[in-house]
């Protein structure tokens, strides 16, 4: 069984296709280390492997992990709340949709932050997700569940979703490779809105490969999604082995000390510098001068979006209804105040304070401003720049209640990866070694749409970095 | 700063329950984020356009076409409280002034 444990899904794939490999036994592999997982990284695993196994397919019926909030027809979706407590959708998402039908069945549901809010899987209404490398410490947030999955080896693969690092900082915290695409390339049709303008779904896998791979069968446009896009190109294996000629940015707001970079991250981010000179590349210095803002921007245009988004449960179509014996307010009130947990509670509150009368131009109006600002300084950049580079996150996993009681300190978990967010660009982060033995995140990021660059180049350096994860993997 | 009238104003009208603890508690959060926030009110942004989606996306109509929906019995397999084919809900009660 070991054996299989050490497949990426890309070679298990392979496998299947030359007829070494049951995919039914695949399945079970899987299934039955996700039924027995300790990391509560899961809140749904299949109970047997779907009749019809996937081989022939591209992605030969090698099962995924999918984070709660993707809605699937009859299984448990719930996004982490208690306010959709054993919600069955009567529908499934179209990424997984179009990943079933690549071959790639459903596995498990993941744990996640509630709503997909928060940065360290600690607002779960089911508990916190573990870090695999140690257990008292957050796999991060808020696919953590998915990151834990695919970095313990319970999960082949996953799929998450990025609002301001949400699939990119638990990859790095948990020493995998996690890509949000550019807004637009996957179709957020059946995942449970965050906020709108910002929301990606994305593949968190165990290397560059991997995530080529499982994007590849995930983007398109949908008629579902009027904000999806056909992807231009296509996505194709990574093969790259050298970066020659690539222009590589450092972007001194996100990398110096204002975003408080740990010096082990710091240490392993130049090493990792170092390595991409080695392998051809020029790297420079750049500036994001709106960048610092970011964060603030960030956290008044996604509550006020949450704001709106979460005004569906109420009580009334579905999930959790409380006080349904007072009047039709009272029950509002009493659903949600109930229903949703703190961290959700202070979103929604802080977004509808800031679209609220008198307040909106000062926040709302301003936040969206600073947007603008923020992809100009993107589109400047890569005048002069291939991709950008800079540490995933500012620290390695904490340990869990370390940040609870400051959600301002929380916040500043995404102070790397809010930036791309709002430009709605692409961004990879890859394993590029550890500080006192837990994951450093690496982050490349492109112009609209250049996943392919950002694929390859993230493959060439994985080569050089050779991160080994299998130490997570028990 | 927020106040405890204005977290209730607030709360309000995102039809939230709190309890006193609750609201003391978001007061003090919220002031605290929001303060930090303020920064961007620094920065000169006169005659910049706001940024509220950021691929250009055009003719996203499709055919005006029927077809169709979910049957309503499944829609409201998830319902709290169906009703006579509808989804029931208490009474509005006595109007808010």
Known sequence: MTDLLDLTAAQAADRIRAGDLDPRELFEHYRSRAAADELNAFTWVADQAPSAPGDGRPLAGVPVAVKDLFCTQGVPSQAASKILEDYRPPYTATVVRNLAEAGAPLLAKTNQD???MGSSNENSAYGPVLNPWDRRRVPGGSSGGSAAAVAAGSAPWAIGTDTGGSIRQPAALCGVVGLKPTYGACSRYGMIAFASSLDQAGPLTRDVTDAALLLAHMVGRDRHDSTSVEFPGGIEAPRAERLDGIRLGVPEELTGSEGGVE??????FDATLRRAEELGATIEPCRLPHAPHALSAYYLIAPAEASANLARFDGVRYGLRLGGEADLVSMYEQTRGRGFGPEVKRRIMLGTYALSSGYYDAYYGTAQKVRTKISEDFAAAFEQFDLLVTPTSPWTAFELGSKTDDPLAMYLNDFCTVPMSLAGIPAISIPCGLSQGLPVGFQLAGPAFSEARLLDAAFALERAIAFDGSTARV | MLDRAQVLHVAR???LELTDPEIEQMAAELSKVLEHFEKIGELDLEGVPPTSHVVEVTDTLRPD?????????????SAPEPLEGGFGVPSPGQPEE
Do not use: D, I, K, N
Not at chain 1, 263 to 268: A, K, Y
Not at chain 2, 68 to 76: G, I, K
């Open chain 1, 114 to 116: 509630e709503f997909a």
């Open chain 1, 263 to 268: 010096p082990g991250v710091r240490e392993q």
């Open chain 2, 13 to 15: 009208l995102a039809r």
């Open chain 2, 65 to 77: 076409e029927p077809e169709a929906s979910l049957p309503a019995e499944v829609v409201l397999a």
